[in-house]
């Protein structure tokens, strides 16, 4: 039988480590404080007994134990403020050593993850699981955990004394607590908590759209577009606000009868008061009664306390949970048999793959190779399996059926440094650091020298990037107005790959954003790059793919036509269509603007 997985604040604590006894020390030394703090109201019902026992000769009264009752109470009063600052001490310590063994779990977790899980996650959404997650679980350790512990042993406390001098108002003050209480749990049920989720996923939701937002600056202000332009962003904001408005107005009604109630105790003990009052115990109750008005009156603050420290429990306990989901997440597994190849070729051995969370696969029995030295491209429509295909290689997801080999090994046993050192891959979406075209070339390969890189720039035709940038080839990109179009950026991607020098090389929709100066010099760049590599290209363009010595036909995930460009051709079949349809497209874009230049 499989063990229960600890949640909620036992789970905080498993994170803390070697740590989590600061906390457990934390939250012992502030319940003791809750005690020490509620002595002096025993001092002040001393002091109260003897002055109406001195009535209406207050010279009678014993002045040196006046004098011990008030000393008595401010020694309580400040051992129970310095074990409170020792408590907070200690929280703090073992809220910061939970927050970093959170977040060193989640970097180290988030390393071992396959690349394609990126893909799906936006940097939005993991900064905000790692950053303010994990902020939320420190501030509740540090704060919120201590008070609620401590607030908890003030309540009991006050039930003890409470009952003990007059079981009548006792009785009624406890009601008065019990009925506070009540509406809280209204405040911190599940209906509560499903609230919080949501305003979580709204938060994670304006993160995401607020990063591409900030990404986006440049074009808005290129195109002085406003910010209703980005209606994603526009939306998340509406959600979160709709959203926070929906859980403020749920907590209304609750929020003022629970003020009500916890500040109801002279409407209600003073009435009670007069009618349980008798002539013969008039001082004894009088005393009494004073007593629970004062004392009843600091309830309000208690469970206040206790009322907010369940709402950060629930942002805490929502914020672990996330943080557990994302650690949950299933890691890249070497076989315990690694094995290098001694070959570059690229094999798909009926392979089946179904992306995580879905049901269709999106490579269904997909079998073909890529020979050493040669060239295969992937073409098919939108959907069809291309680019699947190409991230299988890398290890970006593990297939479900059947095996990615190269040179003869699955790749799953071929040892992750080695596997990556063998592939370059320039993707549609090429990311480029905000750092130097040199650090951004040299991501590749950190030991290249600068000389390196320039010579691998100049095969990537950057040359005429490098002659407008203010610094060349130390120029920080995203400063001061530095951006790259998308195709000078592909070309910046492929120097990249050129400097790495990889046997094996993966070009998937490399010139899809490059205009047609851009296209022919990234052409160029192609030739230069894959010169005696295995490669795997994936094109729209279908010109590009024209010489390859073969071309894969995809169509939901299976291999439709394979053939050279003549073969197919002379087919007929699914990929002859797509040529007539692409120089049908060509030729009425051609003709668009022969009419708009005449």
């Keep these: 039988m499989t063990q229960k997985k600890k949640a909620g604040i036992s789970r905080l604590l498993e994170f803390g480590g070697r740590y989590r006894w600061m906390t457990v020390v934390a939250c012992i030394l502030s319940g003791l404080s809750s005690v020490l703090m509620l002595c002096p109201f025993l001092c002040i019902w001393l002091v109260l007994r003897d002055v109406l026992a001195a009535l ?86 540090a704060h919120q955990l201590p008070d609620m512990t401590g607030s908890a042993v003030t309540a009991v406390t006050m039930l003890v004394m409470l009952l003990f001098f007059d079981w009548r108002l006792g009785g009624l003050s406890i009601l008065l607590l019990i009925a506070g209480f009540m509406v809280q749990m209204l405040m911190t049920s599940e209906k509560s908590m499903s609230y919080m989720r949501k305003y979580q996923d709204a938060s994670e939701q304006m993160n995401n759209e607020a990063v591409e937002y900030v990404r986006g600056i440049p074009v808005v202000k290129v195109f002085q577009q406003t910010i209703y332009s980005f209606k994603s962003f526009y939306a998340a904001i509406m959600y979160y606000k709709d959203n926070v408005t929906e859980y403020a107005l749920s907590c209304q009604g609750p929020m003022v009868a629970f003020n009500v109630i916890i500040n109801a105790s002279f409407a209600v003990l003073i009435p009670a008061g007069i009618l349980l009052i008798g002539p013969e115990q008039y001082s004894e109750f009088l005393l009494d009664l004073i007593f629970y008005i004062l004392f009843t009156s600091g309830s309000a603050g208690i469970l206040n306390k206790i009322l907010f420290s369940g709402t950060y429990r629930m942002m805490a ?71 699947t295909a190409a991230t299988l290689i890398p290890r970006f997801w593990d297939v479900q059926e059947g095996a990615v080999c190269i040179g003869g090994v699955p790749v799953s046993q071929i040892p992750k440094q080695e596997l990556m050192n063998r592939i370059a891959f320039v993707f549609q979406d090429s990311q480029l650091l905000k750092a130097s075209i040199l650090e951004n070339v040299r991501a590749s390969r950190p030991d290249a020298t600068r000389e390196q890189v320039v010579e691998a720039l100049r095969s990537a035709q950057c040359d005429d990037i490098l002659e407008k940038l203010p610094k060349g080839v130390d120029t920080v990109l995203g400063t001061k107005g530095v951006y790259l179009s998308g195709g000078e950026q592909q070309r910046i991607a492929l120097a990249r790959a050129i400097l790495k020098d990889a046997p094996i090389v993966l070009l998937d929709e490399a010139t899809a954003f490059a205009d047609p100066e851009n296209e022919h010099k990234i052409q160029m760049a192609f030739e230069r790059l894959t010169q005696g590599k295995t490669v795997l290209m994936i094109a729209h363009r279908l010109p590009t793919i024209q010489n390859a010595d073969e071309i894969l036909v995809l169509e939901q995930g299976t291999a439709a036509e394979r053939g050279t460009h003549d073969s197919l051709m002379a087919r007929n079949g699914i990929y002859a269509s797509m040529w007539r349809d692409y120089q049908t497209s060509v030729a009425w874009n051609i003709g668009k603007e022969g009419h708009h230049a005449s």
Excluded at 110 to 124: E, R, T
Excluded at 335 to 360: H, S
């Design 56 to 141: 209406p000769d207050l010279s009678t009264v014993d002045v040196k134990a006046m004098t011990l009752y008030g000393w008595a109470a401010l020694g309580l009063a400040v051992g129970g403020f310095l074990l409170y600052s020792l408590a907070l001490l200690f929280s703090h310590l073992g809220a910061f050593h939970t927050a970093k063994n959170m977040q060193s779990q989640i970097l180290h977790h988030l390393a071992s993850l396959p690349l394609g899980f990126f893909s799906q996650n936006s940097s939005g959404k993991l900064r905000k699981i790692i950053h303010e997650n994990t902020a939320q679980t420190e501030n509740f350790l």
């Design 317 to 387: 306990q929502e914020a672990v949970r996330r943080v557990d989901s994302l650690l949950a997440e299933a890691s890249v597994v070497e076989d315990a048999l690694t094995r290098i190849p001694d070959r570059n070729d690229v094999e798909f051995r009926d392979v089946t793959f179904t992306y995580p969370g879905t049901k269709a696969p999106a490579l269904f029995h997909l079998s073909f190779q890529v020979p050493e030295g040669k060239t295969v491209a992937l073409v098919g429509a939108s959907g069809s399996g291309k680019t």
